[in-house]
């Protein structure tokens, strides 16, 4: 049975690690429970348990006066990377093999077409901020297609702290077209149920996202 503070915590963390992935408080920046709490308009003690999550998630790090909004040094955001591709990898070969076995809902299938469509319109009307958030729904909706929580919420937690480690270094995809086509055939290899073809296609279309940031 969950408490009111319980309650209240957990919707002061989901509010100030959306707030942080959104880019409205940037690596680097110091947050204090005070100044958190007076910008949320809550006590300080659902803000101190939110933080202590975050600096769990890898999202904040203590420094002795408050925390600080943490990214990843460019060696272990490679690192992160290269998990980003293995669980993805994984998904996509997950959701084929249910898509085979007829398990994946036809709606699903054309939702997730429609969004890759409204993800090519919004990166090339130049919406950077908006297409990183469509990117990133495309690639859960692939995640969620695979029914495996546990890959699901470990891609949740390693998109956070990939996304918090590459906004300052935001620019429009100089591969745009590849970027679709890529997403294009992720998507027939899944609606064909070919596992083989469709983890290998989100493995390099995840470590070729990573080549642009190294």
């Not at 990843?72 to 290269?82: D, G, K, M, N, T």
């Not at 891609?155 to 294009?184: C, F, K, M, N, Y």
């Amino acid at each position: 049975m969950y408490t009111v503070d319980a309650v209240q915590g957990d919707v002061v963390y989901r509010q100030l690690r959306d707030l942080i992935v959104a880019g409205r408080y940037m690596p680097g920046e110091r947050l204090t429970e005070l100044s958190v709490s007076a910008a949320l308009e809550v006590s300080r003690t659902p803000v101190r348990e939110a933080l202590r999550r975050l600096e769990g998630d890898g999202l904040v790090q203590g420094t002795g006066r408050g925390v600080v909004v943490n990214a990843l040094s460019a060696e272990r955001l490679a690192h992160a990377y290269e998990v980003r591709a293995a669980l993805e990898a994984l998904t996509a070969e997950l959701a084929a093999d249910r898509q085979r076995a007829g398990r994946v809902p036809p709606a699903d299938l054309a939702d997730l077409e429609r969004h890759a469509l409204l993800l090519e319109e919004v990166t090339a009307a130049g919406d950077l901020d908006r297409a990183v958030a469509l990117n990133r729904e495309f690639h859960r909706g692939i995640a969620e297609l695979a029914g495996n929580p546990i890959a699901l919420e470990a891609l949740d937690r390693l998109w956070d702290r990939i996304i918090v480690s590459t906004r300052a270094s935001l620019t429009a995809p100089d591969r745009p077209e590849t970027v679709a086509g890529e997403h294009r055939r992720l998507l027939r290899a899944i609606v064909d149920g070919d596992r083989t073809l469709a983890g290998r296609i989100a493995g390099e279309h995840a470590r070729a996202t990573s080549a642009t940031f190294n």
